[in-house]
């Protein structure tokens, strides 16, 4: 699905020798070639990116079989020529010809099965997109162009899934050698970039175009660092781009770079989870009032640091089949009406919410809401493993694909939500006739969810970026972060 902008895609970027961190002046620019900043990337295995900055190089290093727009259901075939099926049960992938990594080998049907062979062996990220989301039974290479998929179950969802990203393919010497770590290091990929050397941790790499491209970067630096003092040299002229926002200028953003910056959801969506397996949340008013005790919108300003989005229904920005018309009520703080519901319910007695790594800093603060709203006892303490809780528990999803079925699979599976007719209302979107229908469903899916809330939504993820004066179509995607390949300079 491509972004939401929230600020005009024009204006550019400055290409300059400049080193992480902040530097004394602007060095000469250099014609064709950009500066970017990044965090560290936590890998540069494709199939196991979890984080923006490993979507940002990845992403230019290689290309997915098709870009896949959730909200038209529209696919663009990018290395595949086309995904069919007949039936949403046998799936062939034709691809296009003339496909070649960055060593020079030839891209191939083979390259596909047992790259996506070594995902599910290795037990990487997308492992579950493949075998549980998918479902995927049976791989084949009939053909040195021709991918065949046999799947447990009909899914029309298969053509957002195989247009993920982290199912891109992987080259022969590295499928051979089982060298992860190194190849990790210097990637191989089949996309409109190639590494020039090895990955520096701390330091960054340089990013070469393989193909010629008129107008656009022939060359990228990517520089590793701070991203306040990385925003920082992108202002004074001494970084060209700088791929992320802290919240301190977040403000400062929207007029320092007025219409050089943009705004896009990311794959990853955070809720509060209730133990349904506990009598005193068995009852969805008590859940009902748990979320409209949290105000999402004073997190957000406050230690979330304007880096996320405050949920207005549950299925995120990255995932959603359209629009919804408005707020959903679970989305919304209104505490006076979340005390009357654990009254009406006759909640009582202290309470825990239990979190993860992920939510350190803010898990507090949202246990001291609750508590003035819902007028009991909250507190916070860290989850410790995936055992059953007593209390809520924070949950962030991340995304491997546009399709809502992944989400909304996930998070019956998390909570160990069993209502009537909810697996059929799945079922039923993932086969139906044609996006529209299968959309339809989905939010019939979703608003079931809200109705008996085994999760209340918080709020998704989303990126920034700003840049100079010298480029243009500067644009984002949820799945593949800043699209460095279209930068015009």
Known sequence: MRLRVSALPVLGVLGLLVVSGCSDSAAPTRPGVLTAALREPATLLPADVHDQAGRLVTGALWTPLADYDATTGKL?????????????????????????????????????????????????????????????????????????????????????????????????????????????????????????????????????????????????????????????????????????VPGDRHDAMHTEFADRHVTWPLPDVTYLAFPLQDK??????????????????????????????????????????????GTCRPCSFDGPAAKALLTQ????????????????????????????ALGVDVTAKPRQGTAPTDGPYTLTVPLASPSPHELLAALAKATGYTADGFTQLLDSADTAANADASGRLYRLAENQLLRDLPVAPLWSGHGHAVWTDRAHNVTATPFGDVNLAEITI
């Open 76 to 244: 663009t075939p990018r290395a595949a020529e086309s995904i069919t099926s007949t039936d949403q049960v046998h799936w062939t992938v034709k691809l296009r010809a003339g496909g070649k990594f960055h060593d020079g080998t030839p891209v191939t049907s083979q390259s596909y099965l047992d790259t996506w062979n070594a995902v599910t062996r290795e037990h990487w990220t997308a492992s579950d997109l493949l075998r549980n989301t998918l479902g995927v039974k049976e791989i084949a290479a009939p053909g040195p162009a021709t991918v065949t998929l046999t799947l447990e179950h009909p899914s029309g969802q298969a053509l957002a899934m195989l247009a993920s990203p982290s199912l891109v393919p992987l080259p022969a010497s590295v499928l051979a050698s089982h060298d992860w770590a190194g190849f990790a290091k210097s990637p191989v990929g089949n996309g409109p970039f190639k590494l020039d050397g090895p990955w520096q941790p701390g330091g960054g790499g340089k990013l070469i175009r393989v193909a010629d491209a008129p107008g656009k970067a022939r060359e990228i630096d990517l520089k590793v660092g701070d991203p306040a003092a990385q925003y920082d040299e992108v202002k004074a002229g001494k970084l060209d781009l700088a791929t992320e």
């Open 345 to 372: 319910a006759t909640f009582s007695g202290a309470t825990t919410v239990y979190f993860g790594p992920e939510a350190e800093t803010w898990a507090k603060p949202l246990a001291e809401q609750l508590h003035t």
């Open 280 to 325: 005193r949340f068995q009852d969805s008013t008590v859940r009902h009032g748990f979320a409209l005790g949290v105000d999402r919108a004073a997190l957000e300003a406050g230690p979330l640091a304007h880096q996320i989005d405050p949920a207005r229904a549950l299925l995120p920005p990255a995932d959603a089949p359209g629009e919804r018309s």
